[in-house]
């Protein structure tokens, strides 16, 4: 079992940065691939980013790449979401995910293949 809190989001200006956490509970946290997705008032939730276990390999939507950067610190049960050069079209809520199936990064772009949630943290920015 694994519990997820989000937390650093905020209202910020396009071109502000951002660095959203989540903290993680359960001893086998190193064991799992963590995502970020994020859902837009009257959207689908979208994929956003993606790190293995390690913390070696990432993947990334095309909408935040070269923008957002994902991190983790398995000695902290942490995972981190750097966020720069905003964009009005960032604003929605974020969610941390743990998936605990093996498999490529590619493959965890969706997020049937997550376990477990987040409540979710509010990003806003205004243009």
């Known amino acids: 079992q694994v519990q997820l809190v989000e937390s650093g989001g905020g209202l910020m200006q396009a071109g502000g940065s951002l660095r959203l956490s989540c903290a993680a509970s359960?001893?086998?946290?190193?064991?799992?691939?963590m995502g970020w997705f994020r859902q837009a008032p009257g959207k689908e939730r979208e994929f956003v980013a993606a790190i293995g276990w390690s913390g070696g390999s990432t993947y990334y939507a095309d909408s935040v790449k070269g923008r957002f950067t994902i991190s983790r610190d398995n000695a902290q049960n942490m995972v981190y979401l750097r966020m720069n050069s905003l964009k009005p079209e960032d604003t929605a809520i974020y969610y941390c995910a743990a998936a605990g199936s093996p498999g490529p990064l590619k493959l965890k772009g969706v997020d049937s293949v997550y376990d477990y949630w987040g409540q979710g943290t509010q990003v806003s920015v205004s243009s």
């Open positions: 359960g001893r086998t946290f190193s064991t799992y691939t």
